[in-house]
């Protein structure tokens, strides 16, 4: 870094001194100076710039043949310690002046330097484009040896109708005050998808055509570039950090079986099912196994009134099992209203006495019917 740091801003709007870009650049100019950083802007419509013709000899030469005010600016831009990107957006994009610009700079284009300058993108709309107009800004200032450090967006249709412009501001200050941290640290930001996005594409394209692109080619080859994506962003990937055992108990906790799905039991501080469903599917917790013994049956609940439901209950091998809906193949059929078994399963109402009032109705083994209160405890 040189002694007064120095920030060149390029300026691609029209409206020099008054547009809505100005405006913004204006904002970020104070917290510079303050800071003892020289912000020297340049506007591209006070400038001579031809369009770019394509002929392509600035890859093969490495510098563009035209003599205009652009060789004047690139020097500048690529001397600068930090760079600022500033368009409004036409038509979903920046303007004529910072494309032409850009598009000169083709000499450096497929070059990636190795400065990692801090730089700033600045964009305002109208209301559609400038946080991906600003994005692109951010992306070719790679061209010119700078990473983005954020960027400063507004929407503003005529000249200082900013909306939110205490917001603008503010964020200006912010984004000044992160430029000028990086700027005096020697900071760097992480690598981006962006950065290996373009280093693929890039040394993919200047290897396939290493002959006329002869001096980018020279450029990858001789900076490494071609070998690692280290190289190209200068940051190395760092060793993998984490305690084995760690990650073996972890791996371990991940191949655990899948746990056999519990019936529900009725909690040990005697919480009451508040429904017959519910009661009835806290029932296999609650069998009575020495008086199972061997018992293998489905007892079916068709359940009307308050609730209404099929379900069923399978006794097998000293376990029992709720399931809803109906059995294939059920031994005692019980037909009730809910209040009713509620009642008999809490021991408010006698079972047999129901039955024989007809409250309920069992069809099938009625000896199961009979076992019932010996089988499970009360509810
Ligand atoms: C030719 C032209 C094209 C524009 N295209 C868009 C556009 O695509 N989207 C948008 O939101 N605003 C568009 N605008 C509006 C400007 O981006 C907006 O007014 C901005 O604030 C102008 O900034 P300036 O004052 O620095 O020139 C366009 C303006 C002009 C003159």
């Not at 419509?45 to 369009?51: E, L, P, V």
């Not at 503003?156 to 640290?185: I, M, N």
């Not at 007892?299 to 399931?323: C, L, M, P, S, W």
């Amino acid at each position: 870094m040189t002694a007064t740091p120095r920030i060149i801003c390029i300026n691609g709007s029209p409206k020099v001194g008054v547009g809505n870009t100005s405006q913004m650049t204006a904002m970020l100019r104070p917290h510079f100076e303050r800071q003892g950083i020289a912000f020297e802007e340049h506007f591209l419509s006070q400038h001579q710039i031809r369009y770019c013709n394509g002929c392509g000899s600035c890859l093969e030469k490495g510098a563009c043949w035209i003599r205009d005010d652009f060789k004047t600016l690139i020097r500048k831009v690529m001397a600068a310690d930090a760079l600022v990107l500033a368009s409004p957006v036409y038509f979903f994009h920046v303007t004529a002046q910072m494309k032409t610009f850009i598009d000169r700079s083709l000499a450096f284009g497929h070059k990636p330097q190795d400065a990692w300058k801090p730089g700033l993108a600045v964009c305002v709309s109208a209301g559609s484009g400038e946080t991906d107009t600003a994005g692109y800004l951010q992306h070719v200032m790679r061209t010119f040896g700078a990473y983005g450090i954020g960027a400063l967006t507004a929407i503003s249709a005529a000249p200082g109708q900013f909306v939110g412009k205490t917001a603008v501001e503010a964020r200006a200050a912010d984004l000044a005050a992160d430029l000028a941290r990086a700027l005096e640290r020697g900071e760097r930001y992480p690598a981006t998808d962006r950065d290996l996005q373009f280093w693929r594409f890039m040394g993919h394209l200047v290897y396939e055509n290493r002959h006329f692109m002869a001096a980018d080619h020279r450029h990858w080859e001789t900076r490494g570039l071609y070998e690692r994506f280290g190289a190209y962003v200068g940051q190395d990937t760092a060793p993998v950090n984490v305690d084995p055992a760690m990650r073996q108990a972890w791996l371990d906790s991940m191949r655990q079986p899948d746990p056999a799905p519990q019936q529900p039991k009725s909690t040990a501080t005697g919480t009451r099912p508040h429904n017959l469903h519910t009661l009835l599917q806290f029932m296999p917790g609650h069998l009575n196994t020495a008086a199972a013994g061997d018992l293998e049956a489905v007892y079916q609940f068709e359940v009307n009134g308050d609730e209404d439901f099929t379900a069923h209950i399978h006794i097998a091998k000293g376990k029992a099992r709720f399931n809803d809906g109906p059995a294939s193949k059920p031994d005692l059929i019980i037909r009730s209203p809910a209040a009713v078994w509620m009642g008999i399963s809490r021991g408010e109402i006698d079972g047999q006495t129901a039955f024989m009032e007809g409250r309920y109705t069992a069809e099938g083994d009625l000896n199961l019917l009979m076992r019932l209160p010996q089988l499970f405890a009360s509810l």
